[in-house]
């Protein structure tokens, strides 16, 4: 069974960095690109950042380019969201998926939750 | 920018509603990479859609996807009161854009 389990939310201030980790298990992590999607309260869904398979290339949204850094370490079936000079507007909750059928998130994780405040 | 779809929709059980998803030449109607999700509250998205038309395993088939131009559409056929949830378009955009949702459609049954 496929599974995603995100990590690394929390409180964090405004300025300051957060690093998110989405664990896979249940399938070849190897073979299949990853999302990062995220929605703030009460709106709807944003892509984030999409990474390649072997992690040779990375796409990002405007509104992180920049300050957010998407990784894999196919050895630990992890991928990671590097999320540096964080804004109030970066308050969301962070999803990591799989794209399983051609630019179709196939597999979500629970998500996590961050909160940009002072 | 973000795909256009209608904040909501409703029907009574057993009709069929269908939700639109108007986008450009860029992403909806340059690739037939358009994928559909059902999130209910609290809850992770579902893929329903992708490729336009096609349903992942476990999908009923009462959920069928079309594209005409630069719109796509999520048709739900007999209605069930599981249906009832927010409803997301996405697409390949190509380039840095790489992926863009639609607002969401909020799906009430009567």
């Known amino acids: 069974q496929v599974q995603l389990v995100e990590s690394g939310g929390g409180l964090v201030q405004p300025g300051r960095s957060l690093r998110l980790s989405c664990a896979a298990s249940g399938y070849s992590f190897r073979s299949h690109g990853m999302y990062w999607v995220r929605q703030a309260p009460g709106k709807g869904l944003e892509w984030v950042a999409f990474?390649?398979?072997?992690?040779?290339?990375?796409f990002y949204a405007d509104s992180v380019k920049g300050r957010f850094t998407v990784s894999r370490d196919n050895s630990e079936n992890t991928l990671f969201l590097q999320m540096n000079s964080l804004r109030v507007e970066d308050t969301a909750v962070y999803y990591c998926?799989?794209?399983?059928?051609?630019?179709?998130?196939?597999?979500w994780g629970q998500g996590t939750l961050v909160t940009v405040s002072s | 920018s973000a795909l256009t779809q209608p904040p909501s929709a409703s029907g009574s059980p057993g009709q069929s509603v269908t939700i639109s998803c108007t986008g450009a030449s860029s992403d909806v109607g340059g690739h037939d990479y358009v994928s559909w999700y059902q999130q209910h509250p609290g809850k992770a998205p579902k893929l329903m859609i992708y490729?336009?038309?096609k349903r992942p395993p476990g999908v009923p088939d009462r959920f069928s996807g079309s594209k005409s131009g630069n719109t796509a559409s999520l048709t739900v056929s007999g209605l069930q009161a599981e249906d009832e949830a927010d409803y997301y378009c996405?697409?390949?955009?190509?380039?840095?854009?790489?992926?863009?949702f639609g607002g969401g459609t909020k799906l009430t049954v009567l």
């Open positions: 990474i390649r398979y072997d992690g040779s290339d990375q």
């Open positions: 490729e336009v038309n």
């Open positions: 996405s697409s390949y955009a190509g380039g840095n854009h790489f992926k863009v």
């Open positions: 998926a799989r794209d399983g059928y051609n630019f179709g998130c196939d597999w």
